[in-house]
């Protein structure tokens, strides 16, 4: 049977790290990765993870993702203590809450964009109709509906970043963890990844994560985390003049809600998780279809 995404409220984190430590025992010594982190992500989230080499980034986010557990402190994902789970329980709801990008796509060499994309859905029982018809779906949405059948060394750089894209949200997750998305992508190609997951968050309300060591990427987010030796130095809100300015095309209200109130479908409760809703509708360089609510996932 289908296991759908989880319900979140918009209140309430939907990931959290409390004073998260990860260290790490090589033997000869212990290296501290992470010492003592605190971070809420928030449904509808847009925020960057940045620092220098080894102060702790993709610690952070294998650890937000539930990729891997603290060595102390707490870490909660959909509000449940990962700690209480077993691993195939933390898989599952790994698989209903969180869609991750890699700077290297980490797709199956053999197989089509449209199979690589259908893959989340099997661990979570979708019938091999209903996984074509969701994968068919997010490539389109993605932009990549003319690119199937194509292998991924049939694909582009940024091709297949979008099939990794299209693969991490197939499942409809609340939170998107992108680490270095365009470190293998040159610089057209890296900006329409980079609007590619800004319309995600603004039209669909998805929380994007974005790790980076680039502040100048950092800075288009609206919150900003700085990394150093293994702790925060800062949390703090993105000036809006810094955010790369959307083009409003209407005062229309935004795109459906993410998080509709109550809903009783695929998602979260309450909240539309982005700044266009207040503002106007924005632009999508990209085909975003509404999303499909209440179907099985
Ligand atoms: N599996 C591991 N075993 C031992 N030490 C590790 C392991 N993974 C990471 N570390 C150490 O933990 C620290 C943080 O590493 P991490 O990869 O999280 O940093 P980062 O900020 O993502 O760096 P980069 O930007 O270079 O990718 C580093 O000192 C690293 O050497």
């Not at 790994?94 to 060499?109: A, E």
């Not at 197939?170 to 040159?186: F, H, I, K, R, Y």
Request: no cysteine; proline share 7%; glycine share 12%.
């Amino acid at each position: 049977m289908t296991r759908s995404a989880v319900h979140l409220n918009r209140d309430e984190p939907a990931v959290e790290a409390i004073d998260v430590v990860r260290s790490y025992d090589l033997g000869a010594g212990r290296v501290a990765a992470l010492r003592g982190v605190s971070l809420r992500i928030m449904p509808g989230d847009h925020l960057s993870i940045v620092g220098p080499s080894g102060s702790g980034k993709s610690t952070l986010m294998h650890l937000l993702g539930g990729l891997d557990r603290p060595t102390g402190g707490e870490l909660r994902i959909g509000g449940r203590d990962i700690r209480t789970l077993t691993a195939p329980e933390l898989a599952d709801l790994r698989n209903r809450t969180i869609g991750f990008v890699f700077q290297s796509f980490h797709l199956l060499p053999r197989t089509s964009a449209v199979e690589n994309v259908a893959l989340p859905l099997v661990y979570r029982g979708t019938g091999a109709r209903q996984r074509r018809a969701r994968a068919v779906e997010t490539l389109t949405r993605v932009g990549l509906g003319h690119r199937l059948d194509h292998r991924p060394n049939q694909l582009s750089g940024g091709e297949q970043q979008r099939v990794a894209i299209a693969r991490a949200l197939v499942t409809d997750p609340a939170v998107l963890l992108a680490d270095e998305p365009t470190g293998n992508l040159d610089s057209v190609t890296g900006e329409s990844v980079l609007a590619l997951l800004e319309e995600l968050n603004t039209e669909r309300g998805v929380a994007v994560v974005l790790v980076t060591h680039d502040r100048s990427l950092a800075a288009r987010t609206r919150r900003q985390v700085i990394i150093r030796d293994g702790l925060i130095a800062t949390d703090s809100p993105v000036p809006p003049r810094a955010v790369a300015a959307p083009e409003i095309v209407d005062a229309a209200p935004s795109a459906e809600p993410r998080f509709a109130s109550g809903s009783e479908s695929g998602h979260p409760s309450g909240g539309s998780g982005g700044a266009a809703g207040a503002t106007g509708r924005l632009r999508p360089s990209h085909p975003l279809p509404m999303p499909r609510r209440g179907g099985s996932r």
